[in-house]
């Protein structure tokens, strides 16, 4: 069957409008899992060593900075706080093994859908060196799965990656410091006196048992109300640090609690081994004793000041620790609302008999 010239005509317009298609689709950078990627790392030479500080954003705009002191890193906002070392490595880590091997898209125009454009992003990371160079990582939407968006400031192309886990960039302060404010030893700890609005309320722990001074005859000591008192002195966190300067906002002035805490600890002065023997002359004859005596002990007393609340806790200040604190609430409550009776429970008598 012979075609005519108008059959012809259309059949050369289909066939162009093919290969229009075919090429617009073979030239579309933004399809997910193209591999037309450029391959290796996406921070190229990159070393986690020569970082000395690093800035986390998320989509609110909260923003916490971290920075490298002496080999540690630290708050600079609170006054070099301590941080956790370990997991800022982590983190230096988990950007060194991005790699640029999943392209998503080359064009600048997907990346606020795909939330790494430069104002509308999921999180932003800035690493910045001693010699004030930066390093800026835009990570965005999840791509499905444990795959996120990302980009390198500077490049249009946004790739896929597995590599962040989820919270890992999160600007939290709470996440990246130490938040063990001071520990005492449970053992130690011999009284606990707290002074607040309702009055003082002293316990003392006598042959390991904890006691409430005062009580009526019929109410003894509520182990189950002191504990959470003891465990928190044992072990106290704080839920962000705030720096070395007392402000007056913070009221510690005029505290909503002082607790003055009593523990019998080491001698620091008290001779040791060592300076026992040092001076001894060599090879003459020593006296082995029959048992180890004890090391000295001494008691000794610090404060815990609780002052005004805020929508995060209340403020407070140990004394042996130079940084001011913002503490629970439900720590801080444990010491503002403590009174003699709150932690004590009915005596229970038992007859024979009965």
């Keep these: 069957m012979r075609l005519s010239r108008t059959n012809i005509a259309l059949v050369v317009i289909l066939l162009a409008q093919i290969i229009l298609v075919a090429f617009l689709y073979l030239s579309d950078?933004?399809?997910?899992?193209?591999?037309?990627?450029?391959?290796?790392?996406?921070?190229?030479?990159?070393?986690?060593?020569?970082?000395?500080?690093?800035?986390?954003?998320?989509?609110?705009?909260?923003?916490?900075?971290?920075?490298?002191?002496?080999?540690?890193?630290?708050?600079?906002?609170?006054?070099?706080?301590?941080?956790?070392?370990a997991r800022i490595q982590e983190l230096l880590n988990t950007i060194e093994r991005i790699q640029a091997n999943r392209l998503v898209t080359r064009t600048a125009s997907s990346h606020r859908r795909l939330q790494v454009a430069e104002d509308a992003f999921y999180r932003k990371l800035i690493?910045?060196?001693?010699?004030?160079s930066t390093t800026t990582l835009y990570v965005g939407s999840s791509g499905g799965g444990r795959?996120?968006?990302?980009?390198?400031?500077?490049?249009?192309?946004?790739?896929?990656?597995?590599?962040?886990?989820?919270?890992?960039?999160?600007?939290?302060?709470?996440s990246w410091v130490n938040t063990v404010y001071f520990t005492i030893a449970a053992d130690s700890l011999r009284q606990i006196t707290i002074e607040n609005a309702n009055g003082i309320t002293t316990l003392n722990r006598e042959e390991g048992v904890w006691r409430v001074e005062g009580l009526a005859p019929n109410r003894v000591t509520d182990t189950v109300a002191v504990n959470p008192i003891?465990?928190?002195?044992?072990?106290?966190?704080?839920?962000?640090?705030?720096?070395?300067?007392?402000?007056p906002e913070y009221g510690l002035d005029a505290p909503l609690a002082t607790v003055t805490i009593v523990a019998e600890v080491p001698d620091p002065n008290a001779l040791t081994t060592d300076d026992e023997t040092e001076g001894m002359i060599e090879g003459a004859p020593t006296e082995t004793p029959t048992e180890t005596p004890e090391p000295p002990t001494i008691l000794q007393t610090t404060t815990l000041l609780i002052g005004a609340s805020t929508d995060a806790g209340y403020y407070a200040?140990?004394?042996?620790?130079?940084?001011?604190?913002?503490?629970?609430t439900t720590a801080g409550n444990l010491f503002v609302n403590a009174t003699p009776?709150?932690?004590?429970?009915?005596?229970?008598?038992?007859?024979?008999g009965g």
């Design 29 to 85: 950078d933004d399809a997910e899992g193209t591999s037309l990627a450029r391959g290796g790392s996406l921070v190229q030479n990159f070393d986690p060593e020569a970082y000395t500080s690093l800035i986390l954003e998320d989509d609110s705009g909260q923003q916490i900075e971290l920075g490298l002191v002496d080999g540690a890193w630290v708050l600079p906002s609170a006054d070099n706080y301590p941080a956790q070392s």
């Design 127 to 132: 690493l910045r060196k001693a010699d004030g």
């Design 147 to 174: 795959t996120r968006h990302v980009r390198l400031e500077g490049e249009d192309a946004v790739y896929l990656t597995d590599e962040i886990a989820a919270g890992q960039l999160d600007p939290i302060i709470s």
């Design 230 to 247: 003891t465990n928190n002195l044992s072990n106290f966190r704080l839920t962000e640090p705030l720096g070395t300067e007392a402000l």
């Design 317 to 328: 200040k140990y004394s042996e620790s130079p940084y001011y604190v913002i503490i629970s």
């Design 341 to 352: 009776d709150g932690l004590a429970t009915d005596q229970i008598f038992s007859v024979f």
